[in-house]
Nanobody, 120 residues
Framework: QVQLVESGGGLVQAGGSLRLSCAGS????????MGWYRQAPGKQRELVAV???????NYGDSVKGRFTITRDKSKNTVYLPSNSLKPEDTAVYYC??????????????WGQGTQVTVSS
């Protein structure tokens, strides 16, 4: 079983900053890629940023240059410092992680989501 606990969402003015965190836990041998997706009302869920276990990163086009994903492997935690926020960044942000347990079972898990609202 994998648990993902997100924190750091909230209300911020346009141009401001937030830092989202996602901590993974469970009887897991290793976490693979971890990242963030978001879903705005009436829109499909989209990639924000992902980081592999080796540190390779990938970003959605709309956040490149403004968001940075980092990872603390010792804590199974990913961070998403987000700068120059825009009203169009308003969405529910979901943490996602791939993991393998001690029986070599693979998991693709999602957090419950954290709301980010950017006011103009």
């Amino acid at each position: 079983q994998v648990q993902l606990v997100e924190s750091g969402g909230g209300l911020v003015q346009a141009g401001g900053s937030l830092r989202l965190s996602c901590a993974g836990s469970g009887s897991i041998r290793r976490f693979n890629a971890m990242g963030w997706y978001r879903q705005a009302p009436g829109k499909q869920r989209e990639l924000v940023a992902v980081i592999t276990s080796s540190g390779t990163t990938n970003y959605g086009d709309s956040v490149k240059g403004r968001f940075t994903i980092t990872r603390d492997k010792s804590k199974n935690t990913v961070y998403l410092p987000s700068n120059s926020l825009k009203p169009e960044d308003t969405a529910v942000y979901y943490c996602n992680a791939g993991a393998v347990d001690y029986h070599d079972r693979a998991y693709d898990s999602w957090g419950q989501g954290t709301q980010v609202t950017v006011s103009s």
